[in-house]
């Protein structure tokens, strides 16, 4: 709808219109499900089902106003870009301030221009008695494309409307910016009303680890909700996993009918003869994990071609959270199952933590490290020399194992701690101030640098890979700020690697320091917030959700941070002349006490 969106002039002006026109909420509540648009990163996953938060949730529903035919061509133009936020109806009335209005259709799914706020300044650029061109101008944050995908791009942007005087003797919009027929200006305010942020899930190359896929959706009520992420779903993942991840939905699996039927708190999914050939098993846990977002719906039917379809080992009618065991962390949700917490002693082993204490594993050269990080088999211990400037390996895990240099830093450069994803692969990233390499060992393999890495000419100052070995996390150097940003990784036929793609999460730290994977939607960051005078804990949604500080107290200067599903964030810090190890005084709230009561440093989880 901007025509050539690149390109962007300075605005002319920061005075805002003041436009006669108005909508009416009729709901005033936007609870949990609400899209949040990040002001400086892309939304990749929205909520987690298992935390009660629902995208079926109250939202704020606006009523649009029709044009009046007293306006003259900038409340025109002010009313219509008003009324585009709201979907219902297909934009119906919207619609009525064109003078073709079946000539415009933005549809469920329409490109989004977001901006800040309302456009700025519109004003008529040239005129007559009965056509007028308006000039408007705005602060974009970023975009929607028609696949649902948010990508920060904040520019400003301008755009002209033609109006002319119909018959009747009131002005309408004979033509949109660039002859655009499908896109919207929409502010923050707009896609957070109209939006929500959802999930989508599909699997990694192991065919068995569903990956989260965040996109945009527009809600026009409830009743569609299960329709738009099914069909959203079958369309296939967006174009930042695309190639990362796979869906099992043969290629032109439809709905049939075009709905999803709802018979009390069941839906019934009946695809078309084209999902035969797919695999019931696979397509049943991507149904599962998306329709579990919905609090409507308990339990689900397979149908394809109007027959039912029961997966081995599966009722014909499956519940919501059925198919647990392909969650993207890795391990049943419900279970919380509690892993186990490494931290390099003080005394020079590597221990397990138990309460308090530090139970002392590896000890000799191998328990030094710094860094230790222990594989997901708990056979092999990687770490880096004092300086960072080596990548150790030594197993087994325990005794006093031998220890095996993999990697020497060239001068200048020193390597993030060690990575592991859970097929066994390590990861680390060489970096020096203007440059990094991703270094990558396959288990059995000797490492090798990743065939693609978009960070090449940045400096990167940690590096995680998510439990789901398809998404990765960084803390990366951008004009002098470290800056969080996420990544995906896609794995060729021939097993090279492609790792690039990396946008920021959330614009709200101004400095990070360390970070891990909490779980599949959380990243757990070292950081100071731009409220903070101080580096302190805080989670950070990778929707791109306003960040949470976790608890207050004395941390003395915060290090490493190592976080699991279901079990309590660590910090090692350096206080009063020795390292500790930190964590949450219980009850574990936003503003318990942190307490450190462990010698130690460094503290991580096998994943």
């Known amino acids: 709808m901007t025509g050539d969106r690149r390109p962007a002039r300075r605005l002319q002006s920061r005075r805002r219109m003041r436009p006669a026109v108005a909508v009416a909420a ?109 000039h408007v101008t705005g602060d974009q944050l970023g975009t929607i494309d028609s696949d649902g995908q948010y990508t920060a791009a904040p520019k400003s942007v301008e755009a002209d409307f033609q109006l002319a005087k119909t018959q009747q003797g009131v002005w309408r919009i004979t ?25 989508l899930y599909f699997f990694a190359p192991d065919e068995h680890t569903l990956v989260p896929n965040g996109i945009f959706l527009p809600v026009v009520d409830r009743e569609t909700l299960p329709t738009q992420l099914v069909q959203a779903l079958l369309s296939g993942p967006t174009s930042w996993l695309n190639g990362a991840v796979q869906s099992a939905f043969p290629k032109g699996t439809r709905l049939r009918g075009g709905s999803v039927r709802i018979d009390k708190d069941v839906a019934i999914v009946d695809l078309s003869q084209d999902a035969r050939g797919g695999n019931v098993e696979r397509m049943s846990a991507q149904l599962s994990w998306t329709l579990r977002q919905l609090s409507e719906i308990k339990r689900w039917r397979l149908e394809i071609d109007g027959e039912t379809v029961t997966p081995q080992g599966s009722d014909a009618t499956q519940s919501v959270h059925s198919w647990d065991g392909n969650s993207p962390d890795g391990q049943d949700p419900d279970e919380q199952v509690r892993q186990t917490a490494y931290v390099a002693g003080t005394a020079g082993f590597l221990g397990t933590l138990q309460g308090d204490r530090a139970q002392p594993v590896v000890t000799g050269a191998a328990g030094r490290l710094s860094h230790p990080a222990v594989s997901p088999n708990y056979q092999e211990l990687a770490g880096l020399s004092t300086d960072g400037t080596q990548l150790v390996t030594a197993g087994p895990v325990a ?11 060239h001068k200048g450069a020193r390597f993030t701690a060690p990575s592991w994803s ?160 930190c964590r949450q005084r219980p009850p574990v709230t936003s503003y318990s006490q942190w307490i450190c009561p462990t010698a130690a440093r460094d503290p991580s989880y096998a994943h």
């Not at 005794?399 to 830093?409: E, T």
């Open 399 to 409: 005794g006093s194992p031998a220890l095996h240099v993999l990697l020497n830093a």
């Open 175 to 199: 033509g949109l910016p660039g002859n655009d027929k499908a896109g919207l200006f929409l502010t923050k305010d707009d896609v957070e009303r109209a939006m929500r942020t959802v999930n």
């Open 422 to 581: 859970r097929d066994g692969t390590l990861w680390t990233v060489e970096s020096t101030r203007k440059a990094s390499w991703l270094w990558v060992r396959r288990p059995g393999k000797a490492p090798v640098k990743a065939g693609h890495w978009g960070l090449g000419g940045r400096q990167v100052l940690a590096f995680r890979v998510a439990r789901d070995g398809v998404r990765t996390a960084v803390i990366v150097a951008i004009d002098g700020r470290p800056e969080v940003q996420m990544g995906r990784i896609a794995t060729a036929p021939d097993g090279s690697l492609d790792v690039g793609s990396f946008l920021p999460v959330s614009s709200e730290l101004q400095d990070a320091v360390d970070l891990t994977w909490r779980d599949y939607d959380t990243l757990a960051v070292l950081g100071r917030a731009k409220r903070d005078s101080q580096t302190l804990p805080y989670l950070m949604p990778v929707s791109g959700s306003a960040i949470t500080s976790l608890g207050v107290g004395a941390l003395g200067e915060p290090r490493t941070i190592a976080a699991a599903p279901g079990s309590p964030v660590l910090i090692g810090t350096w206080s009063s002349g020795k390292d500790q190890v």
């Open 26 to 134: 009729v709901l005033v509540l936007c609870a949990a499900g609400c899209a949040n648009v990040p002001t400086g990163g892309q939304v990749v996953t929205g909520k987690p089902a298992e935390k009660a938060e629902r995208v079926d949730d109250p939202y704020v529903r606006l009523i649009p106003v029709s044009p009046q035919p007293d306006w003259g061509p900038t409340q025109l133009v002010s009313g219509f870009l008003t009324a585009s936020a709201s979907f219902d109806d297909g934009h119906k009335v919207a619609k009525e301030y064109l003078s073709t209005p079946n000539a415009w259709d933005p549809g469920l799914r329409p490109y989004v221009d977001v901006l800040s706020s309302r456009t700025v300044d519109p004003h008529v650029d040239q005129t007559s008695a009965n056509q007028a061109t308006v």
